[in-house]
């Protein structure tokens, strides 16, 4: 059964870091691209990044850049979301998401909008 499952949410102050966790199963992620989104209380989906499987490039939206950083463990089949320096409006569930077509390139950020597997999102509060 393929699934994507995120960790690591919780409440943070203003400032501080979470690095958020998505382990997948029932597939090898290491051919797919991957891609964190979130979306706060009474918002729209909201793109945070994209990294390709071909050649580790990433995309990030630029309200996020030099504050979010995506990486991969391919050996341990997880993906993860470094935050630094959180801020109040980054309070949302974030979710990561993986694509299921091998080697398929992305040039955006929101990738997410083509990934076909998503997890059920983890919620991150930052308190001012």
């Known amino acids: 059964q393929v699934q994507l499952v995120e960790s690591g949410g919780g409440l943070e102050q203003a400032g501080g870091s979470l690095r958020l966790s998505c382990a997948a199963s029932?597939?090898?992620?290491?051919?797919?691209?991957i891609g964190w989104f979130r979306q706060a209380p009474g918002k729209e989906r909201e793109g945070v990044g994209c990294?390709?499987?071909?050649?580790?490039?990433?995309y990030y939206a630029d309200s996020l850049k030099g504050r979010f950083t995506i990486s991969r463990d391919n050996a341990k089949n997880m993906v993860y979301l470094q935050m630094d320096s959180l801020k109040p409006e980054d309070t949302a569930v974030y979710y990561c998401?993986?694509?299921?077509?091998?080697?398929?390139?992305?040039?955006?950020?929101?990738?997410?909008?083509?990934?076909?597997?998503w997890g059920q999102g983890t919620l991150v509060t930052v308190s001012s």
């Open positions: 998401a993986a694509d299921s077509k091998p080697l398929y390139y992305y040039n955006g950020y929101d990738c997410y909008r083509y990934l076909e597997r």
């Open positions: 029932g597939f090898n992620l290491d051919v797919y691209a």
């Open positions: 990294e390709n499987a071909n050649d580790g490039s990433t």
